[in-house]
Protein backbone atom coordinates (compact mmCIF):
# COMPACT_ATOMS: atom_id res chain seq x y z
CA UNK A 1 0.00 0.00 0.00
CA UNK A 2 1.60 3.37 -0.95
CA UNK A 3 2.61 5.44 2.02
CA UNK A 4 0.25 7.80 3.86
CA UNK A 5 0.05 10.56 5.98
CA UNK A 6 -2.33 10.18 9.06
CA UNK A 7 -3.13 12.56 11.47
CA UNK A 8 -5.07 12.38 14.94
CA UNK A 9 -5.81 14.87 16.67
CA UNK A 10 -7.46 15.02 19.77
CA UNK A 11 -8.94 17.86 22.43
CA UNK A 12 -7.13 17.60 25.33
CA UNK A 13 -9.07 16.99 28.76
CA UNK A 14 -11.88 18.99 26.92
CA UNK A 15 -14.74 18.87 29.13
CA UNK A 16 -11.82 20.17 31.94
CA UNK A 17 -10.70 22.50 28.71
CA UNK A 18 -14.32 24.34 27.81
CA UNK A 19 -14.52 24.79 31.80
CA UNK A 20 -11.20 26.29 31.55
CA UNK A 21 -11.65 28.58 29.06
CA UNK A 22 -14.87 30.03 30.01
CA UNK A 23 -13.25 30.52 33.47
CA UNK A 24 -9.44 31.41 33.44
CA UNK A 25 -9.16 30.65 37.42
CA UNK A 26 -9.54 26.95 37.04
CA UNK A 27 -5.95 26.55 34.67
CA UNK A 28 -3.67 24.67 36.70
CA UNK A 29 -6.10 23.72 39.56
CA UNK A 30 -7.37 20.08 39.99
CA UNK A 31 -10.72 19.73 38.54
CA UNK A 32 -13.59 17.16 38.10
CA UNK A 33 -16.30 17.02 35.80
CA UNK A 34 -19.37 15.12 36.11
CA UNK A 35 -22.43 14.19 38.01
CA UNK A 36 -22.61 15.62 41.20
CA UNK A 37 -23.41 13.94 44.49
CA UNK A 38 -22.07 10.86 45.64
CA UNK A 39 -24.09 8.93 43.57
CA UNK A 40 -22.55 10.86 40.49
CA UNK A 41 -19.82 9.68 38.22
CA UNK A 42 -16.38 11.55 37.29
CA UNK A 43 -17.01 12.31 33.25
CA UNK A 44 -13.53 13.81 33.06
CA UNK A 45 -10.43 14.74 35.30
CA UNK A 46 -7.92 17.22 34.63
CA UNK A 47 -4.09 16.37 34.40
CA UNK A 48 -3.73 17.86 37.92
CA UNK A 49 -6.46 15.25 39.78
CA UNK A 50 -4.69 12.14 37.85
CA UNK A 51 -1.69 11.71 40.09
CA UNK A 52 -3.92 11.09 42.92
CA UNK A 53 -5.90 8.43 40.84
CA UNK A 54 -8.66 9.89 39.49
CA UNK A 55 -10.12 8.54 36.41
CA UNK A 56 -13.07 9.51 34.19
CA UNK A 57 -16.13 6.48 34.85
CA UNK A 58 -15.05 6.48 38.20
CA UNK A 59 -17.70 7.33 41.34
CA UNK A 60 -17.88 10.80 42.14
CA UNK A 61 -17.37 9.63 45.70
CA UNK A 62 -14.57 7.51 45.47
CA UNK A 63 -12.69 10.78 43.23
CA UNK A 64 -13.69 13.07 45.97
CA UNK A 65 -11.85 10.94 48.72
CA UNK A 66 -8.96 10.24 46.50
CA UNK A 67 -8.93 14.23 45.67
CA UNK A 68 -10.85 16.31 48.52
CA UNK A 69 -9.03 19.82 47.41
CA UNK A 70 -10.43 19.47 43.92
CA UNK A 71 -13.28 21.53 42.13
CA UNK A 72 -16.15 19.86 41.25
CA UNK A 73 -18.05 21.11 38.43
CA UNK A 74 -21.46 19.18 37.22
CA UNK A 75 -20.91 19.18 33.05
CA UNK A 76 -22.97 21.02 30.56
CA UNK A 77 -23.28 18.69 27.53
CA UNK A 78 -24.92 21.44 25.65
CA UNK A 79 -21.86 24.02 26.09
CA UNK A 80 -19.39 20.51 25.11
CA UNK A 81 -21.67 20.14 21.98
CA UNK A 82 -21.03 23.12 20.73
CA UNK A 83 -17.87 23.74 21.46
CA UNK A 84 -17.35 20.09 19.59
CA UNK A 85 -19.01 21.90 16.25
CA UNK A 86 -16.63 24.97 16.46
CA UNK A 87 -13.84 22.31 16.03
CA UNK A 88 -15.57 20.29 13.23
CA UNK A 89 -16.08 23.81 11.28
CA UNK A 90 -12.55 24.75 11.90
CA UNK A 91 -11.08 20.77 10.34
CA UNK A 92 -13.84 20.55 7.89
CA UNK A 93 -12.33 24.23 6.23
CA UNK A 94 -9.25 23.05 6.15
CA UNK A 95 -8.66 19.36 4.95
CA UNK A 96 -10.76 17.75 2.50
CA UNK A 97 -11.96 15.08 4.43
CA UNK A 98 -11.72 13.55 7.68
CA UNK A 99 -13.00 11.31 10.04
CA UNK A 100 -15.19 12.47 13.79
CA UNK A 101 -14.25 9.66 15.75
CA UNK A 102 -15.78 11.21 18.75
CA UNK A 103 -16.80 14.38 20.12
CA UNK A 104 -13.22 15.54 20.93
CA UNK A 105 -11.34 13.04 18.05
CA UNK A 106 -10.81 13.79 14.53
CA UNK A 107 -9.02 11.97 12.21
CA UNK A 108 -7.55 13.16 8.87
CA UNK A 109 -5.82 11.57 5.44
CA UNK A 110 -3.24 14.63 4.56
CA UNK A 111 -1.44 12.17 1.79
CA UNK A 112 -0.30 14.24 -1.32
CA UNK A 113 -0.02 17.90 0.56
CA UNK A 114 3.66 17.90 0.49
CA UNK A 115 3.11 19.23 -2.91
CA UNK A 116 1.43 22.07 -1.72
CA UNK A 117 2.13 22.74 1.75
CA UNK A 118 4.51 20.13 3.22
CA UNK A 119 2.22 17.90 5.24
CA UNK A 120 4.40 18.65 9.06
CA UNK A 121 4.09 22.10 8.49
CA UNK A 122 0.40 21.88 7.21
CA UNK A 123 -0.58 20.10 10.55
CA UNK A 124 1.31 22.16 12.62
CA UNK A 125 -0.66 25.26 10.97
CA UNK A 126 -4.06 23.37 11.54
CA UNK A 127 -3.08 22.75 14.85
CA UNK A 128 -2.41 26.41 16.14
CA UNK A 129 -5.44 27.99 14.02
CA UNK A 130 -7.58 25.23 16.33
CA UNK A 131 -5.64 26.45 20.03
CA UNK A 132 -6.25 30.65 17.98
CA UNK A 133 -9.84 29.88 17.25
CA UNK A 134 -11.47 27.56 19.55
CA UNK A 135 -9.35 28.61 22.74
CA UNK A 136 -8.68 24.95 23.50
CA UNK A 137 -5.59 22.95 23.57
CA UNK A 138 -5.59 20.22 21.43
CA UNK A 139 -2.72 17.72 20.65
CA UNK A 140 -1.73 15.52 17.17
CA UNK A 141 0.09 12.57 16.45
CA UNK A 142 1.27 12.23 12.46
CA UNK A 143 2.04 8.70 10.98
CA UNK A 144 1.43 6.56 8.07
CA UNK A 145 -1.66 5.20 9.78
CA UNK A 146 -4.71 5.42 12.12
CA UNK A 147 -3.11 3.30 15.36
CA UNK A 148 0.66 4.79 15.19
CA UNK A 149 -0.93 8.00 15.05
CA UNK A 150 -3.27 7.88 18.34
CA UNK A 151 -0.85 6.17 19.76
CA UNK A 152 1.61 8.81 19.24
CA UNK A 153 -1.13 11.68 20.36
CA UNK A 154 -1.45 9.73 23.67
CA UNK A 155 2.64 10.36 23.73
CA UNK A 156 2.41 14.37 22.65
CA UNK A 157 -0.09 15.20 25.49
CA UNK A 158 -0.32 17.59 27.00
CA UNK A 159 -0.90 19.87 24.50
CA UNK A 160 1.72 19.11 21.81
CA UNK A 161 2.64 17.48 18.42
CA UNK A 162 4.43 14.15 17.82
CA UNK A 163 5.44 12.82 13.77
CA UNK A 164 6.82 8.97 13.39
CA UNK A 165 8.61 9.00 10.21
CA UNK A 166 7.99 6.12 8.08
CA UNK A 167 9.80 2.95 8.69
CA UNK A 168 10.26 4.06 12.38
CA UNK A 169 6.85 2.59 13.93
CA UNK A 170 8.65 0.04 15.09
CA UNK A 171 11.07 1.42 17.14
CA UNK A 172 8.50 3.96 18.25
CA UNK A 173 6.11 1.74 20.00
CA UNK A 174 8.93 -0.71 20.98
CA UNK A 175 9.81 0.66 24.32
CA UNK A 176 6.20 1.36 25.34
CA UNK A 177 3.39 -0.45 27.81
CA UNK A 178 0.77 -2.90 25.93
CA UNK A 179 -1.66 -0.81 27.10
CA UNK A 180 -1.42 1.71 24.73
CA UNK A 181 -2.52 -0.22 22.09
CA UNK A 182 -5.90 0.66 20.59
CA UNK A 183 -8.45 -2.30 21.54
CA UNK A 184 -6.91 -3.80 24.83
CA UNK A 185 -9.01 -3.64 27.67
CA UNK A 186 -8.02 -4.29 31.22
CA UNK A 187 -9.47 -7.71 30.67
CA UNK A 188 -6.73 -8.03 27.56
CA UNK A 189 -3.98 -6.67 29.48
CA UNK A 190 -4.65 -8.63 32.78
CA UNK A 191 -3.78 -11.95 30.50
CA UNK A 192 -0.92 -10.09 28.96
CA UNK A 193 0.42 -9.48 32.40
CA UNK A 194 -0.08 -13.12 33.32
CA UNK A 195 1.76 -13.95 30.49
CA UNK A 196 5.08 -11.38 31.32
CA UNK A 197 4.20 -9.37 28.31
CA UNK A 198 4.03 -5.58 29.36
CA UNK A 199 5.57 -3.27 26.50
CA UNK A 200 4.88 -3.68 23.56
CA UNK A 201 8.37 -4.90 22.47
CA UNK A 202 7.54 -8.57 23.69
CA UNK A 203 4.64 -8.28 21.39
CA UNK A 204 6.93 -6.95 18.47
CA UNK A 205 9.94 -10.58 18.70
CA UNK A 206 6.58 -12.95 19.31
CA UNK A 207 5.06 -15.33 17.03
CA UNK A 208 2.15 -14.17 15.80
CA UNK A 209 0.90 -17.74 16.36
CA UNK A 210 1.48 -17.52 20.16
CA UNK A 211 -0.51 -14.84 21.05
CA UNK A 212 -3.55 -15.83 18.45
CA UNK A 213 -3.66 -18.59 20.65
CA UNK A 214 -4.02 -16.85 23.58
CA UNK A 215 -6.50 -13.61 22.30
CA UNK A 216 -7.69 -15.97 19.57
CA UNK A 217 -8.72 -13.96 16.59
CA UNK A 218 -7.57 -10.40 18.22
CA UNK A 219 -3.79 -11.81 19.19
CA UNK A 220 -3.24 -11.34 15.29
CA UNK A 221 -4.78 -7.89 14.91
CA UNK A 222 -2.94 -6.56 17.84
CA UNK A 223 0.04 -8.09 17.01
CA UNK A 224 -0.18 -6.12 13.32
CA UNK A 225 -0.79 -3.08 15.43
CA UNK A 226 2.41 -3.92 17.61
CA UNK A 227 4.31 -3.66 14.54
CA UNK A 228 3.04 -0.35 13.89
CA UNK A 229 1.04 -2.16 10.66
CA UNK A 230 -2.46 -0.82 10.21
CA UNK A 231 -4.73 -0.45 6.97
CA UNK A 232 -7.67 0.96 8.50
CA UNK A 233 -9.20 3.76 5.96
CA UNK A 234 -10.59 7.42 7.17
CA UNK A 235 -14.24 7.09 7.50
CA UNK A 236 -15.42 10.29 6.11
CA UNK A 237 -17.83 12.49 8.77
CA UNK A 238 -20.55 12.55 6.03
CA UNK A 239 -21.05 8.86 5.66
CA UNK A 240 -23.45 8.22 8.03
CA UNK A 241 -25.16 11.26 9.30
CA UNK A 242 -28.63 9.78 10.59
CA UNK A 243 -30.84 6.29 11.26
CA UNK A 244 -34.63 6.47 11.61
CA UNK A 245 -37.22 4.43 11.97
CA UNK A 246 -40.87 4.16 10.68
CA UNK A 247 -44.10 2.78 10.85
CA UNK A 248 -47.25 2.89 8.81
CA UNK A 249 -50.47 1.29 10.28
CA UNK A 250 -52.84 -1.58 8.96
CA UNK A 251 -55.66 0.82 10.05
CA UNK A 252 -55.35 4.54 10.24
CA UNK A 253 -55.38 5.32 13.98
CA UNK A 254 -55.61 7.69 16.75
CA UNK A 255 -55.03 5.24 19.56
CA UNK A 256 -53.08 7.69 21.62
CA UNK A 257 -51.68 4.98 23.94
CA UNK A 258 -50.47 3.07 20.46
CA UNK A 259 -48.89 6.10 19.36
CA UNK A 260 -47.01 6.85 22.26
CA UNK A 261 -46.17 3.47 22.60
CA UNK A 262 -44.97 3.49 19.22
CA UNK A 263 -42.63 6.49 19.48
CA UNK A 264 -41.35 5.15 22.67
CA UNK A 265 -40.38 1.79 21.27
CA UNK A 266 -38.56 2.76 17.79
CA UNK A 267 -36.85 5.92 20.25
CA UNK A 268 -35.37 3.19 22.28
CA UNK A 269 -34.40 1.06 19.70
CA UNK A 270 -32.64 3.58 17.98
CA UNK A 271 -30.90 4.78 20.95
CA UNK A 272 -29.74 1.23 21.66
CA UNK A 273 -28.48 1.64 18.09
CA UNK A 274 -26.39 4.59 18.58
CA UNK A 275 -24.72 3.31 21.57
CA UNK A 276 -23.98 -0.36 19.92
CA UNK A 277 -22.29 2.08 17.19
CA UNK A 278 -20.76 3.49 19.45
CA UNK A 279 -22.44 6.59 18.34
CA UNK A 280 -24.35 10.22 19.61
CA UNK A 281 -26.72 11.97 18.17
CA UNK A 282 -27.20 16.10 18.32
CA UNK A 283 -31.02 16.11 16.57
CA UNK A 284 -33.86 14.27 16.75
CA UNK A 285 -36.74 14.35 14.56
CA UNK A 286 -40.61 13.04 15.01
CA UNK A 287 -42.41 12.58 11.13
CA UNK A 288 -46.23 12.15 10.98
CA UNK A 289 -47.98 10.99 7.92
CA UNK A 290 -52.04 11.87 8.19
CA UNK A 291 -54.43 9.72 6.73
CA UNK A 292 -54.79 12.30 3.75
CA UNK A 293 -51.51 11.40 3.20
CA UNK A 294 -50.41 15.12 4.19
CA UNK A 295 -46.71 14.76 5.68
CA UNK A 296 -45.01 16.87 8.60
CA UNK A 297 -42.24 16.91 10.66
CA UNK A 298 -40.21 18.67 13.45
CA UNK A 299 -36.94 18.58 14.52
CA UNK A 300 -35.30 19.92 17.84
CA UNK A 301 -31.40 20.04 18.28
CA UNK A 302 -30.47 18.55 21.50
CA UNK A 303 -26.44 17.89 23.26
CA UNK A 304 -25.45 14.88 22.47
CA UNK A 305 -26.60 11.73 24.01
CA UNK A 306 -27.11 8.29 23.23
CA UNK A 307 -29.75 7.98 26.46
CA UNK A 308 -33.21 6.45 26.23
CA UNK A 309 -34.43 8.82 29.21
CA UNK A 310 -33.26 11.98 27.54
CA UNK A 311 -34.31 11.04 23.76
CA UNK A 312 -37.93 9.45 24.70
CA UNK A 313 -39.23 12.79 26.31
CA UNK A 314 -37.95 14.29 23.84
CA UNK A 315 -39.80 12.51 20.92
CA UNK A 316 -42.53 12.49 22.98
CA UNK A 317 -42.52 16.45 23.51
CA UNK A 318 -41.94 16.88 19.37
CA UNK A 319 -44.71 14.93 18.99
CA UNK A 320 -47.38 16.65 21.07
CA UNK A 321 -46.17 19.58 19.34
CA UNK A 322 -46.42 18.25 15.25
CA UNK A 323 -49.83 16.86 16.08
CA UNK A 324 -52.40 19.55 15.79
CA UNK A 325 -54.35 18.11 13.16
CA UNK A 326 -56.55 15.47 15.22
CA UNK A 327 -56.80 13.87 11.72
CA UNK A 328 -56.17 9.85 11.63
CA UNK A 329 -52.68 8.89 11.35
CA UNK A 330 -51.49 6.19 8.70
CA UNK A 331 -47.63 7.07 9.47
CA UNK A 332 -45.23 8.31 12.46
CA UNK A 333 -41.42 8.01 12.41
CA UNK A 334 -38.27 8.81 14.43
CA UNK A 335 -34.99 10.16 12.99
CA UNK A 336 -31.67 10.71 15.15
CA UNK A 337 -29.15 13.02 12.92
CA UNK A 338 -25.50 15.07 13.23
CA UNK A 339 -24.34 11.61 14.46
CA UNK A 340 -20.75 11.54 16.00
CA UNK A 341 -18.75 8.91 17.16
CA UNK A 342 -19.05 8.68 21.06
CA UNK A 343 -19.59 6.72 24.53
CA UNK A 344 -21.95 7.51 26.64
CA UNK A 345 -19.73 9.31 28.66
CA UNK A 346 -21.34 12.51 27.66
CA UNK A 347 -24.34 11.61 29.83
CA UNK A 348 -22.74 11.30 32.99
CA UNK A 349 -23.24 15.02 33.50
CA UNK A 350 -26.75 14.02 34.74
CA UNK A 351 -26.64 10.24 35.55
CA UNK A 352 -25.82 8.20 38.51
CA UNK A 353 -23.20 4.85 38.63
CA UNK A 354 -26.77 3.01 39.21
CA UNK A 355 -27.81 4.42 35.89
CA UNK A 356 -24.72 4.22 33.67
CA UNK A 357 -24.67 0.38 35.51
CA UNK A 358 -28.18 0.14 33.93
CA UNK A 359 -27.53 0.77 30.42
CA UNK A 360 -25.33 -1.15 30.54
CA UNK A 361 -26.81 -4.26 32.09
CA UNK A 362 -30.05 -3.97 29.34
CA UNK A 363 -27.17 -3.39 26.33
CA UNK A 364 -25.37 -6.60 27.58
CA UNK A 365 -28.65 -8.30 27.44
CA UNK A 366 -29.69 -6.94 24.40
CA UNK A 367 -26.30 -7.89 22.62
CA UNK A 368 -26.32 -11.41 23.83
CA UNK A 369 -30.25 -12.29 23.12
CA UNK A 370 -31.89 -9.64 20.84
CA UNK A 371 -32.77 -6.19 20.67
CA UNK A 372 -36.14 -7.48 21.81
CA UNK A 373 -34.88 -9.40 25.12
CA UNK A 374 -35.21 -5.87 27.30
CA UNK A 375 -38.51 -3.76 26.76
CA UNK A 376 -40.23 -0.96 28.80
CA UNK A 377 -43.17 -1.15 29.99
CA UNK A 378 -44.21 2.28 28.17
CA UNK A 379 -43.71 0.46 24.78
CA UNK A 380 -45.11 -2.49 25.12
CA UNK A 381 -47.76 -1.79 22.84
CA UNK A 382 -45.33 -1.03 20.00
CA UNK A 383 -46.00 -4.82 19.02
CA UNK A 384 -42.66 -5.27 18.16
CA UNK A 385 -40.83 -1.73 17.34
CA UNK A 386 -37.79 -0.76 16.40
CA UNK A 387 -36.15 -4.45 15.39
CA UNK A 388 -33.48 -3.81 13.40
CA UNK A 389 -30.14 -4.70 11.91
CA UNK A 390 -26.74 -2.78 13.34
CA UNK A 391 -27.10 0.35 11.27
CA UNK A 392 -23.04 1.22 11.85
CA UNK A 393 -21.96 -2.27 10.34
CA UNK A 394 -20.94 -1.05 6.81
CA UNK A 395 -24.64 -2.72 5.54
CA UNK A 396 -26.26 -0.64 3.87
CA UNK A 397 -29.13 0.70 5.51
CA UNK A 398 -32.37 -1.20 6.31
CA UNK A 399 -36.06 0.18 5.09
CA UNK A 400 -38.88 0.30 7.25
CA UNK A 401 -41.04 2.82 6.12
CA UNK A 402 -43.80 0.53 5.24
CA UNK A 403 -43.50 -2.24 7.26
CA UNK A 404 -46.87 -2.99 8.66
CA UNK A 405 -47.78 -3.74 12.46
Not at 89 to 116: C, H, Q, W
Request: hydrophobic share 35%.
Amino acid sequence: MKNRSIIHLDLDTFFVSVERRLNSELENKPLIVGGMGDRGVVAAASYETRKFGVHSGMAMKVARQLCPHATVIKGDSGLYTKHSHEVTDIIKSSVPSFEKASIDEFYADLSGMDKFFGIRKFAHELRQTIIKESGLPISFGLSQNKVVSKIATGEAKPNDELCINNGEERSFLAPLSVRRIPMIGSKTFQKLLNLGIRDIRTIQDMPVEMLESVLGKNGRIIWKRAQGIDDSPIVPFHERKSISAERTFNKDTTDMLKLEATLAGMAENLAYQLRRGNKLTSCVSVKIRYSDFQTYTKQAKIPYTSADHILIPKIEELFKQLYNRRLLIRLIGVKYTHLTGGNYQINLFDDSEKMLNLYNAMDKIRNRYGDHAVVRVSTIGGNGVGRMENPFNGEPPILHAHRQQ
